[in-house]
């Protein structure tokens, strides 16, 4: 579906356009078929295209999100902890992050 000359098409017109989610999941047959200038697809086309297109846009949505949550962590962390520390890591199969605020202890 990605690779699909339609679905190519409905994607950079709505990233032109600055479409929201919501515009796109509202979208009708008749809007879309007018945007592409045809109409040579059907209605579980359109759906599928729409859905992969919402996926994707939530995927972009929630990486900006996380980039804006951590950007405003870090100035916090700057401005009140100017020595903090941070240290991935994991446990089994579960990722955990260690903020040492003022700065990693020492071990001997």
Not at 11 to 16: E, G, S, T
Not at 30 to 47: K, S
């Amino acid at each position: 579906m990605r690779n699909h000359p339609l679905y190519k098409k409905l994607k950079q017109i709505v990233l032109d356009g600055n479409y929201t989610i919501e515009q796109v999941r509202d979208a009708t047959y008749n809007q879309i078929a007018g945007l592409f200038g045809e109409r040579g697809f059907g209605n579980a086309f359109l759906t599928n295209m729409k859905r992969l297109l919402i996926t994707e846009m939530q995927g972009v949505q929630d990486e900006e999100n996380m980039q804006q949550l951590k950007q405003t962590a870090k100035s916090w962390l700057n401005a009140n902890f100017p020595d903090w520390v941070a240290e991935r890591g994991r446990e089994d199969d579960k990722p955990f992050i260690t903020i040492w605020l003022k700065g990693k202890p020492e071990i001997d």
